[in-house]
């Protein structure tokens, strides 16, 4: 059974930092490209950053998030990080893990999320 498991949200003042993880089991992570989600209540669920499957992968952002977060990944340890700096109150939202497999289309997985509030 796949599972994608994040950790590392909680509260954290306007202009703070926080690393987030996502560990996944069930699969061979090295096959998935990974990327981190953020949903805000009654919003579409929107994507901050991806890493491609190798470890040293191709990565992107989003606008909103490029030069503040960055995502990695250990390949190793089946864990994708992302470590955001300078946070915003409009950065508070659910923050979600996803793997897709860059050799199946189509095959997806999320992990439950975490909360991460920005506030002071």
């Known amino acids: 059974q796949v599972q994608l498991v994040e950790s590392g949200g909680g509260l954290v003042q306007p202009g703070g930092s926080l690393r987030l993880s996502c560990v996944a089991s069930?699969?061979?992570?090295?096959?998935?490209?990974m990327r981190w989600y953020r949903q805000v209540p009654g919003n579409e669920r929107e994507m901050i950053a991806g890493?491609?499957?190798?470890?040293?992968?191709?990565?992107n952002y989003a606008d909103f998030v490029k030069g503040r977060f960055i995502i990695s990944r250990d390949n190793a340890k089946n864990t994708v990080f992302l470590q955001m700096n300078s946070l915003k109150p409009e950065d508070t939202a659910i923050y979600y893990c996803?793997?897709?497999?860059?050799?199946?289309?189509?095959?997806?997985?999320w992990g439950y999320g975490t909360q991460v509030t920005v506030s002071s």
């Open positions: 890493i491609t499957r190798a470890g040293g992968g191709t990565t």
């Open positions: 069930g699969l061979l992570f090295s096959n998935y490209a």
């Open positions: 996803n793997a897709e497999s860059e050799y199946i289309t189509g095959q997806r997985y």
